[in-house]
Each structure stands twice: as structure tokens, then as C-alpha cells.
């Protein structure tokens, strides 16, 4: 069954998806959208480091991830720049590096549209062991700081005042952000992670009441966006990411028409 | 004041600065099991500052803090919440720590917003939530609780009720209480210890002797002083409201 690409491919993209629910709600609460851009471009470099010395790609990117996350927490001490252009400074500047050596390595063929959007084509079943056991472990560690990060989440002094340790609950998030670019980066392509973060996310707040809901709903609608987008992209031939991540939109506007008829009920 | 065995913290000649300015400096202090703890002093004359100094929330400090609990209950005085997080009031009690809902049930009825339980944070006016705040604090049974300004916004009859409720709480949870008030009127009736801030500890020691103090009278003003020493427990004064008040 395994042989299928197809389905490896489903498989994979559903442990991404199980992964990215609840760590995108906090991308989204705790404003990192751009954050986790810089992440992705920079695995760009990560990859062609990858190649270059015929190294597992999951892993390499997990390490130049964590780096740059990393370093623009000692920028952030040692500038006075806001944090914004730092993480614009980060991210373009490791997306640059990463196609100047891709331009040294001439001899290895880039398949760069699979790089940047995704390739269904391309999930080899360790690809799917580095997916679970990576996923399943982001998921352990991120309940494990579950209580200091939401509680900082909400407000930091508290959290703190109350013995909870939030900053390294935040750092260990920061880890976290590194490790679920480096697992996704095959199904959904650096340009589109952020979405896979985001979006389910954002569309799972719309129909929320509670930080829990928000968590499932999130992880559910990615479920759908995966399923949805890897069956689209094989019917129409699209890249598997965007496909994705235009099936989690399409979830997203429906979850705006709930707003709207609950703001009718309410009146 | 006491043995050592009942002192929950203690600050040793505290101070706090940023951008080489001191916030506060050379402030000792103590709070014990049982007994409260009351700030005063005029704006910015340190007074939260202090409170983030005793809770470990300002790290790099002049002097040294020693804190012997890690059962803390906190109401800080000034609280920004990202409404981008769906919380309700029953999410938010067990923000810090996983209670029973018996005690989730039991703090919000002691401040009387149990009817707000599956209400959206978002949507409490400033008195409810100030209330919601009292009752996360508590509820976790703290051996510490910092209570800065807890009754903000909280209409009349309720302020000297929640009063009467931290003083309860006080003597049934043997617990200390750093408290920091503006109210001289109803915070008096039961702190054992004042200290005076104006950006260091201008006099300290109970309400009556720091009624005495000329340093305080300076401050405060001498009417503030006679509000202090005559104080008995009623309330038989006329109360202006500064900010907001709301009515039930």
C-alpha cells in the first residue's frame, strides 16, 4: 500500500496536519505569523546544505532553523531594531544565501518549484517516519509546556509571578516552530508553510469559544485541507502545497459565513 | 516581626531601575503566614514595582529577595489579554494551575461573578473582570497573594465587600497578602503593616504609626493622616470614586 505515492503522500500530509493545528493557534495568538516565514526561508539554506553534503534534509533544516531562531533572539538583545526588520533582515538574508549556493552547485540538480511549493511526488516512507516520530514528538513536548506557554500566551507576568518558567516554555517553542518546518517542508514547500499554520488556524477561531475548540477545530480543518488538496492536486496535476493551502482557504471563508449567521442570531 | 519559619518573602534592600533611572530602591520588607501586607505612596512612587520585585517578575534587582513559597496568587494591576484567544472566565481560572471545579465554582461565588462563569473574557466590563482576576487568585488556595489595586472599577459596596473577603481569606488560609491600595479609608481596617513608598520606604509600621509619621503627613497630607488614626471598623465616611465605578 505504501507503494502508492499517493497515499504516502496522504499519510504524510495528515501527520502534518495532526502537527500544525494546535502549534498554529499559536502562531496565531501569539502573533508569529511572520516568525515562522523567516523559519521557512531560511530552510532554503538548509536544504541546499543538505545536498551539498548528501545530508538528511528534515534534519538539516531543523538545524539552520533552530540558528536562526537562535540568532535573532541575540539580535534582539544586542540591537535596537525593531523586531519586524530583524526578522525581514533574517529571512531574506538566508533565503539569498541559500540560492547563492545553490548556484555553486551546479551539479546537482534543484528541483526548486518542489522546494518552494511542495511535491507529493517526492514523499519517500522514511519521509513518513521523519514525519510521525518528528510530529508525534513536537506534539509530546508542546503538551508538556502546554500550561507555561498558554498561561504567558494570555500574560506573561502572570505566568511568571505564579512560578511557570514562561521563557522556557518560549524557547522550547521556538524549537518547536524550527522542527515543524523541517517535517513539513516536502508536503507543503517553504513559500506555504506559514499558511499551513495559519490558516487552519485562523478559520478554526472563527467557530470557537474556547482555546481547546480552537485547537481541534484547527487540527480537523488542516485534516480537510490535506485530504482535499492532495485529491485536487491528482485530479487537476497542481503542486500539492498550494493545493493545500487553497483547500484550507476555501474552509476559511466558509467558517466566515458562520460569523455571519451567528451575528444574526445574536440580533 | 516573628519567627523565620512564618516569613513567605523577604526583600533586603530591593531596588529596581531601568534605562538608569531607579523605579524604586532600598526597600525592605517582609510578609508572613496570616498577616497583611498594605503599600501605599503616591503614582509612580514604586508601589508595583516593589510588588514585581517580591514575585520574581524583575530579575536583575539591587539587593536580594528570598521567597519561600512557590504557592503565589497574583492580581496585577494593570492586565492586557489578546483577544485574539478565545478564553472564557471557567479557562482562565485554571490558567496557572489545574483546579477542581468545585473550587473554580467556590472562588468565583466568594466574589460574586459565578454567574459569568461561561461568559468570553472579552466580554466582562472592568469590575467583572477585576472580580474574575480576585478569583483566580484566590481560588488556587496561594500561601502569597499580591493583590495590586484588586478592587479597580468594582462599584461601592462591592469594594468593601471584596475587602472584607481578602481579610476572610487571610485568616481562613493563614496566608500573607501584599496588598497595594489608593484607598486609605478601607484598606486600613485590616492590614497589620504599612509601608510608605515615594520611591524608597519614606515610614513603615501599622496603620496608627504611620499616621503619626511627619513624613507621611507630608505626603499624604495631614487630613489623609487623620483618616488613618481614627480609623475604626465602619464605614461611616463619605466615599468619592476616582475612575471608573459601575453600578450592579
Known amino acids: 500500500m505504501l507503494d502508492d505515492f499517493f497515499i504516502r503522500a496522504l499519510i504524510a500530509g495528515i501527520g502534518v496536519a495532526i502537527v500544525t493545528g494546535p502549534l498554529g493557534c499559536f502562531v496565531v495568538w501569539r502573533r508569529l505569523s511572520y516568525f515562522g516565514d523567516t523559519l521557512a526561508h531560511s530552510a532554503l539554506l538548509g ?22 531562531a537562535l540568532t535573532l533572539i541575540q539580535l534582539q538583545k544586542r540591537t535596537n531594531l525593531p523586531g519586524d526588520a530583524l526578522l525581514g533582515l533574517l529571512a531574506h538574508s538566508s533565503l539569498a544565501i541559500g540560492l547563492v549556493v545553490i548556484g555553486f552547485l551546479s551539479f546537482i540538480r534543484f528541483d526548486i518549484m518542489g522546494l518552494l511549493f511542495g511535491d507529493i511526488l517526492a514523499v519517500t516512507v522514511d519521509d513518513l517516519l521523519i514525519i510521525w516520530i518528528g510530529g508525534a514528538l513536537i506534539l509530546l513536548v508542546l503538551k508538556l509546556i502546554w500550561k507555561p506557554l498558554f498561561a504567558s500566551t494570555v500574560n506573561y507576568e502572570l505566568a511568571e509571578a505564579e512560578g511557570l518558567n514562561p521563557d522556557r516554555a518560549k524557547a522550547l517553542f521556538t524549537i518547536l516552530m524550527a522542527a515543524i518546518i523541517a517535517i513539513s517542508i516536502k508536503m507543503v514547500g517553504l513559500l506555504l508553510i ?42 487537476f496535476n497542481t503542486a500539492s502545497g498550494p493545493s493545500i493551502i487553497a483547500a484550507s482557504l476555501f ?16 440580533n | 516581626m516573628g519567627s523565620n519559619q512564618n516569613i513567605l518573602v523577604k526583600l533586603n534592600e530591593a531596588g529596581f531601575s531601568l534605562n538608569n533611572k531607579w523605579l524604586v530602591k532600598g526597600v525592605s520588607l517582609q510578609v508572613e503566614k496570616g498577616k497583611i501586607v498594605t503599600l501605599i505612596g503616591p503614582n509612580g512612587s514604586g508601589k508595583s514595582t516593589t510588588a514585581k520585585i517580591a514575585l ?77 482576576l480576585l478569583a483566580r487568585a484566590i481560588s488556587k488556595k ?63 509600621g501599622s496603620p496608627i504609626d504611620v499616621a503619626k509619621n511627619n513624613e507621611y503627613k507630608a505626603l499624604f497630607g495631614e487630613q489623609a493622616s487623620q483618616i488613618l488614626s481614627r480609623y475604626e471598623h465602619r464605614h461611616d465616611h463619605i466615599h468619592t470614586s476616582e475612575g471608573e465605578i459601575k453600578k450592579n
Not at chain 1, 474552509?251 to 445574536?266: D, E, G, H, V, Y
Open chain 1, 47 to 68: 536544504v541546499t546544505l543538505a545536498y551539498s553534503m548528501e545530508f538528511n534534509i528534515a534534519f538539516s533544516v531543523f538545524i539552520i532553523s533552530s540558528l536562526i
Open chain 1, 194 to 235: 506559514t499558511g499551513m499554520l495559519i490558516i487552519p488556524a485562523a478559520m478554526a477561531r472563527n467557530i470557537s469559544s474556547s482555546p481547546q475548540k480552537m485547537v481541534m477545530y484547527s487540527i480537523i480543518g488542516g485534516l480537510l485541507s490535506v485530504i482535499l488538496g492532495l485529491f485536487s492536486s491528482l485530479e
Open chain 1, 251 to 266: 474552509l476559511f471563508i466558509l467558517s466566515l459565513l458562520n460569523i455571519k449567521q451567528s451575528i444574526k442570531l445574536k
Open chain 2, 56 to 132: 520574581g517578575i524583575y530579575k536583575k534587582i539591587d539587593g536580594s529577595v528570598e521567597k519561600y513559597t512557590n504557592k503565589v496568587g497574583y492580581v496585577p494591576q494593570k492586565i492586557s489579554i489578546d483577544w485574539t484567544l478565545p478564553l472564557r472566565v471557567n479557562d482562565f481560572m485554571v490558567l496557572t494551575e489545574s483546579i477542581s471545579n468545585d473550587l473554580i465554582d467556590e472562588a468565583l461565588s466568594l466574589t460574586g461573578v459565578i454567574h459569568l462563569k461561561d461568559k468570553n473574557l472579552g466580554d466582562l466590563s472592568g469590575g467583572e473582570f477585576q472580580r474574575v
Open chain 2, 142 to 204: 496561594p500561601e502569597l497573594l499580591v493583590l495590586d489595586e484588586p478592587v479597580q472599577g468594582v462599584d461601592f459596596t462591592g469594594e468593601i465587600a471584596l475587602y472584607e473577603l481578602i481579610k476572610k481569606i487571610s485568616d481562613e488560609l493563614n496566608c500573607g497578602i501584599l496588598l497595594i491600595s489608593h484607598d486609605l479609608h478601607t484598606v486600613m481596617s485590616a492590614t497589620d503593616h504599612v509601608v510608605c513608598l515615594n520611591g524608597h520606604v519614606c515610614c513603615s
